[in-house]
Every structure is written in C-alpha cells, then in structure tokens.
C-alpha cells in the first residue's frame, strides 16, 4: 500500500520524504480545498516533482475546489501549467475541472477527491467510467463497505487512514458557507463544529457559553481518525493508498505521523511487529500533537469513541489553564494581550500556541515571543510554574478579567522554519521550467467564451420582464402533502423514494395514476452499498409503471439509469438535486453532455456567481435552455442545537441519515422575480422536513409578506461566497 502525505510547507514536505513517504500531495495555488494556508505557485510545485522523483517518491496536486464562474480563466492557465510540469496525478472535485481535462489536457492522471463523495459501488463505477483512474472514498465507510466497493469497480481506492475527521459527510457540508460565507468545498471552513453547543429547553431562550455535561458540549467535534491498527484489514480490503489528513499541519506533525506509518508498515511487510514497536508507534502519535485519537467509521457505522462531547477537540498538547487575559490598548499601535497561565508541560519561545476559550469554544493562534516567571524573563517555562505571556495582538476581543481557558502546543519552537526548494529558470537542477502553451490556452478561452480573467458576455437578464419566466417545483414528503393548497400552483411535486411512497403509487387506480406524471422522484444524496439492489428494483418498477422524472442526489447515481437511457432515449428523464454542487457553467454543460435534463445550482452561490454562470452556460450553448434542453433550477425556499453565536437547529434522521437543519428557513423568496430575469427554468421550495401543513403556513406568510418582518437565511446570494 502507498503512504500518501501531506504538505502545506516546504518543511513538511522535506519531513514527508525523509520518514519515508510513497507520496506527497500539495495544493495547487488558489484552487485547492485547503485555500486557508499558504498556496505554493506553479513554479515551486514544479520543483516540488522534480525533488520527489528524485527521492523515488510521487507528487499529487490537490486541485479540489469547486470553481466559480470568473475563476475558470485561471483555472485552464493552471491546468495548462500542470500539463507541463507532469505531476503524478491531479485531485479534483469540481466537475466542470473534470470537463476541462478531460477534453483539453488528457494527460493528467485524475483522482477523485474524497469531497466528490464517493460512497458505494455505484458511484465508484461511474467515476471509473469519467476517467478517475483513482477514487479517494468518503470518511464514513466502514472496512467492509470498503471491500464491497473494490471487488466492483477497476479504479484504484485511496482511503484517509489519520487525521481530521468532518462530523458532516464528506462533500455535503453546508454549514461553514450558509452561516457564514465561508464554503468547505472551496476550502474556507471556518470550523464551526468545533464550537461549544448546548440544548435548547422547551420554553427557555437561548443561552451563550455554560458548562459541558447535561448542558451540551462540543457535539459537532469529531476526534481524530487513526487507523495504524487496522493495516492488515486495509490492505485486505484491497485499499491502495493510505492517506493522512493534514495540509495545514505542522511539519512535526507530518514528520512524526510519516515515522510511526512507515515503521509499521514496513514491519508487518516482514511479519508481525513486535509490542514494543507497536509502543513506539503509538508514542510517536501521541507527539504528533493532534486531537484524541479513534478508529472512527472503519469498525462501526455508530461509533462511540468518535465524538468527545467534554473535550473541546483542539489539536494539539494541552501546556497550561489560562487563568486570566487582559487586553492593553497602545493607542495607535494595536492591542496588547497579557495571559496569566498555570503550566502542566514546558514551553519554549518559537512554540506555535492556541488559545481555547472554554466557554464559547473560539480559538486563536500566535508564536510564542514573550514569556516571563515573575519578573524575568525567560526562553522557557517549566510544569508547575505560573507564567504570563504577552502577545502583542488582540486575540480573543471582548474577554475580560473572569476569562478561563486552556493552552495547547500545535507546533514546536525551532520547527517549520522554511527551507525553500530552489526555483528559477533551471529549478537549481540544470532545467528550464516548463511553461504553457500561451496558444492552446487562448483557443480553449475563446471556446469558453472567455477572454483574459472575465467571463466574456453580459451577465444582465436573459428574458424580458414581460415574459413568462420560471415555474415553481414544491418539495414535499407524502402523497398527503400534495393536497395542501399553496400561493403558487406548482408544475412539479418532488416526492422522496421511500418504502411508503411507492406502494402507494402501486396502488393508485387509473384515475388516481394521472397525478404520477407531475411526480419527480427523488432519490437521497447518500445510498449505502446494502440499499443499491432496493433501489434498482424501485427504479425499475417506477419506469415500469410510466414515471419519467427522478431527481438524484448524486450524479454518479445515474448509472441506476444507464441501461433504459441506451436502449430508450428520452423514456426518462433525469434531474440534478442542489448536492450536486454547480458553481460553473462548465459544470453545467458536463452533467447536460451525460444526460441530464435538469439541474438545479449550488445552494452557496452567491448573486453573480449565479449570473455570470447562466449567461456562460447559455451564451455558449444556446441550444441548452428550454424544454428540449437542460433546464436550470435554484432551491430558494426551506429548511435545537444552540450554538454560541445563537444559531438554532432541529435533528431530523431518516435513511439511515441524520441532519441538522436551520429553525430558522432558508430563503431567496424576496430575489424570485429577478431569480427569472437571470434565465432560471424553475425554483424549487421545500416543505418535506418537519410538519408539512405549518411549514406550508410559514411560507404563505412569507411569500404574500403578511408576516411581517419573519427571519429568513438568505446563505450567499446577497453577498460574497468565499
């Protein structure tokens, strides 16, 4: 099995090499899912292969966001450039990326990033068949859900194997983005299950901060995985590659989880290892300085070590309690924070240092550069004494005097000091940088429809105010909630493929059978591997019966389709849920080109992201919109944790999924006339969570505005999705 491991600085990756990494994976500059730590540029990365050739190791470029509209022109420069440089293989989410390189740069090697979320057969096939010669599979899998995977599909299977762990599914986490304009899949979480939550009391106002414990606690803050004593079941299991989690971690990290791998790996090469290695590995994690440490989905679907509720899941090594913070202004040079700390562990300056407040679960990092024991100052602080650091920035605005919270150690004084990898015309090794073709680049813009940075073509309405405009598609759960009435008369119900739904159909009469064909079936974004032959069998009684519309929450689950869309084109027709994750035009015409007649874009967009896409997509194609074509849709209507910063949410679990979903609605309601004049075939609004005829009456109230001033989500739209 390769040893794939991460790098987010030149340190790291000399670490990586030295403890014996099969493989390096970097992020590409500006379009990588890890967009909070510095990117490396082209040039440095071209480098970067050339050293790890040399060391008989492969380089990876993660080039894993989604991709809005106006970056696309840097996206095919990029591309362009990576071509040259010959990477082992580019990491890629974003179909429109896909699209890209599959028709203009045929030799890159592509790998499916873990956030396409790659979870059974089915979907592993189909990424196979896009031309994925590797699938890094989601996080929630278990060994066996693994082995299933591999005897039915050709693709190699990658695995994250230590580190990170997301409490959403991998690909499918909306959190950071609607709650903040921070979106995962472009690589800008902002982590908020790492914060402290507590239950909300019937009847009792939310409460900021309290204690852990029957209060709640840090719910959403998943432990670390780590599977080093599951490698001969992975390897058994047919995984190919094991990959650790950590391009924003220290080099020490890397150094230190690379060794203990490694160790192991080539010890059980030789036969069984003996304990005192296993001891040694385990020490070697445990320096590692990150969070607590479980086997996470790899042994149990539900499992109980995953989540620490009590512990606030920093990385890192708790070094003291924080008594105390003070904050200092110094007038027109900043402020200045003072903590008093109660050491358990030494520490040195040039410690990278995190502090935790307890109560909120806000965080914030600095370098240690003062550091004083009593009067003196001092280079390093030892267990047991009291100590006050100062940090010359405002670390935890509006704390005061009766502050508590704890210090961890996440980097070591003296480490991850850059060493540079050598760069320049000849990269310091007597060869001339590869650069792209200027000329190929420009003819793929201009196909496109792009020129420069810009996205070429008004962005401005594509129908006249007059014009009939975009239909309404109402989301519901039941049959029963179609006869609610409702402001606007939708062309479309979109009805879940749930047991109880389809033996109702069943048993309709033929008169009964008309409402069928104003039905869209929809199909979750999440079908475990058990759950693929129910909904073969489903899907192909439905078709049987003459349902012709599904919506699906994966792409790939369209190989469900593949069969009846070969033998009778147009039989069906087939429609993209907003978990598909469109950002680009680029992307839209990709899922057209596999069949698709309707697609509905990402929830995350933002105003004109959305407008510069449409334009793109219909400008370019005129002969995409309309009946005949892909029709565009957009989720604009739809849904108690308590988080510290007052967000309220409700669980709802159903399939074999759990999600937590907003009290308070999403809404682009007060956007639906403009939403037409930008070229949307349909909106689609959603009534299937919770109580049907109270959310119904919530939507009346918001939709005909007698309600008054009603709190709404608006996510992105009238901002800037980051």
Avoid at 151 to 170: D, K, N, Q
Avoid at 415 to 427: D, H, I, S
Avoid at 436 to 460: C, F, H, N, Q, Y
Wanted: hydrophobic content about 40%; charged content about 25%; aromatic content about 6%.
């Amino acid at each position: 099995m390769e040893l794939l491991a991460p790098a987010g600085s030149f340190a790291a990756f000399e670490a990586a090499l030295e403890e014996g990494a099969d493989a390096v994976y970097v992020g590409a500059p500006g379009l990588n899912a890890r967009a909070l730590t510095r990117d490396f540029s082209l040039a440095e990365i071209d480098a970067m292969i050339r050293r790890a050739h040399r060391s008989k190791a492969r380089l990876y470029v993660a080039m894993n966001s989604l991709v809005k509209e106006n970056e696309l022109p840097m996206a095919v420069e990029e591309l362009a450039g990576l071509e040259a440089m010959r990477p082992d293989a580019l990491i890629v989410q974003d179909m429109g990326l896909i699209r890209l390189a599959r028709r203009h740069f045929s030799d890159l090697r592509l790998h499916a990033s873990t956030l396409m979320a790659a979870h059974n057969s089915l979907g592993a096939a189909e990424l196979a068949g896009m031309g994925m010669q590797r699938i890094v599979l989601a996080r929630e899998l278990t060994i066996g859900e693994i082995e299933m995977i591999r005897r039915r599909t050709i693709a190699e299977l990658e695995v994250f194997v230590h580190g990170a762990m997301c409490f959403s599914f991998s690909g499918l986490c909306l959190f950071s983005s609607l709650h903040g304009g921070k979106s995962s899949l472009r690589g800008r979480c902002v982590q908020p299950c790492r914060r402290r939550y507590s239950w909300q009391k019937k009847n009792v106002g939310i409460r900021r901060g309290g204690t852990a414990g029957k209060d709640g606690g840090y719910l959403f803050s998943m432990n670390d995985l780590c599977g080093i004593d599951l490698l001969p079941r992975l390897k058994q299991a047919g995984v190919a590659s094991l990959k650790i989690e950590g391009r924003m971690k220290s080099a020490e990290y890397v150094r230190k989880t690379v060794r203990a791998y490694r160790l192991l790996l080539d010890a059980h090469s030789r036969g069984t290892p003996e304990k005192a290695l296993l001891d040694e590995v385990h020490q070697l994690l445990d320096e590692a300085m990150g969070r607590r440490r479980s086997t996470g989905f790899f042994l149990d679907l539900h499992p109980g070590e995953a989540v620490s509720p009590h512990l606030s899941g920093n990385i890192g090594i708790m070094v003291g309690k924080v008594g105390k913070l003070d904050t200092f202004s110094r007038g027109g040079a900043g402020v200045r924070s003072v903590l008093t700390v109660n050491l358990r562990r030494e520490i040195t300056l040039g410690d990278r240092l995190r502090l935790h407040d307890e109560r909120s679960g806000e965080r914030a990092s600095f370098t240690l550069r003062s550091l004083k024991a009593g009067n003196r100052t001092v280079r390093r602080g030892s267990a047991g004494q009291q100590v006050t650091i100062i940090v010359e920035q405002d670390l935890l605005p509006g704390k005061r005097k009766s502050f508590q919270g704890s210090l961890f150690r996440v980097d070591v004084g003296g480490l991850g000091k850059e060493q540079p990898v050598p760069v320049g015309r000849a990269g310091g090794h007597g060869r001339t940088e590869p650069r792209p073709d200027p000329r190929k680049v420009e003819r793929i813009l201009r196909e496109m429809g792009k020129t420069g940075r810009e996205s070429a073509g008004p962005a401005g309405p594509k129908r006249s105010p007059g014009s009939p405009g975009y239909r309404w598609w109402a989301q519901v759960r039941s049959f029963q909630d179609m006869r609610q009435r409702l402001p606007v008369a939708p062309e479309r119900y979109i009805l879940p493929m749930t047991r109880e739904n389809i033996a109702l159909a069943a048993r309709m009469s033929d008169t009964s059978r008309s409402r069928l064909s104003s039905i869209v079936w929809r199909l979750p974004p999440v079908i475990a591997e058990e759950e693929i032959s129910w909904y073969a069998s489903s899907l192909a009684g439905l078709i049987e019966g003459g349902c012709t519309d599904f919506q699906l929450g994966h792409w790939t689950q369209r190989r469900f389709f593949r069969d009846c869309l070969a033998a009778a084109p147009g039989q069906v027709r087939l429609h993209g849920d907003y978990t598909f994750n469109i950002l680009n035009s680029m992307s839209l015409h990709c899922l057209h080109e596999l069949g698709f007649a309707g697609l509905q874009f990402s929830i995350e967009t933002d105003r004109e992201n959305l407008a510069l896409a449409l334009a793109g997509f219909r400008n370019s194609s005129p002969r995409t919109g309309g009946e005949g074509g892909c029709r565009i849709g957009l989720y604009v209507y739809g849904r108690r944790f308590v988080s510290p910063r007052g967000e309220v949410f409700v669980l709802d679990r159903g399939a074999g999924v759990t999600s937590a979903r907003s009290v308070v609605p999403f809404s682009l309601l007060e956007w639906s006339r403009e939403l037409a004049l930008l070229g949307l075939d349909y909106l689609v609004i959603d009534f299937s969570e919770g109580n049907c005829k109270k959310n119904m009456m919530e939507f009346i109230a918001r939709f005909s505005r007698r309600g008054g001033n009603l709190p709404v989500l608006t996510g992105n739209y009238d901002g800037v999705l980051l």
